[in-house]
C-alpha cells in the first residue's frame, strides 16, 4: 500500500508561484509514477502532470506546459510540482496519485489527499 501526503497549496495572485509536495510512504517508490490531478468545482478532474519515479519521464498536459515543472526526489520520496505564472484559471483542488511502474498515469492506484489551491486576479 502507499500512502500520499500532499501540501504545499494556498492563495497566490496571478503570475505568482507555488510549490506543491507529495511524500509517499512505501518501500518501492520506485515502481510508481506519481501524478498530479486537479479539480475544479463543477468540473472533472485532469491530470496536469506525471513521472516516473524509476526513470524520471514526464508529461504534462496542454494547460500548464512550460509553466509548471515536476521533479522527483528518490531519496525523500517525494514528488514535486513546481507552479510558475500562476492564472485564475489553476484554481483548483490539487490530489497527488500514484500509477504503478508500466501502466499509464490515467490508471490511478493510490490517491493523496487534496491541497487547494487558488489564485486570485
Known amino acids: 500500500e502507499v500512502q500520499l501526503q500532499a501540501s504545499g497549496g494556498g492563495l497566490v495572485q496571478a503570475g505568482g508561484s507555488l510549490k506543491l509536495s507529495c511524500a509517499a510512504s512505501t518501500s518501492r517508490f520506485d515502481d510508481y509514477a506519481i501524478g498530479w490531478f486537479r479539480q475544479a468545482p463543477g468540473k472533472e478532474r485532469e491530470m496536469v502532470s506525471c513521472?516516473?519515479?524509476?526513470?524520471?519521464?514526464?508529461s504534462y498536459s496542454d494547460s500548464v506546459k512550460g509553466r509548471f515543472t515536476i521533479s522527483s526526489d528518490n531519496v525523500k520520496k517525494t514528488v514535486f510540482l513546481q507552479m510558475n505564472s500562476l492564472k485564475p484559471e489553476d484554481t483548483a483542488v490539487y490530489f497527488c496519485s500514484a500509477s504503478y511502474y508500466g501502466s499509464s498515469c490515467y490508471v490511478v492506484d493510490y490517491w493523496g489527499q487534496g491541497t487547494q489551491v487558488t489564485v486570485d486576479y
Open positions: 513521472i516516473s519515479s524509476r526513470d524520471r519521464v514526464a
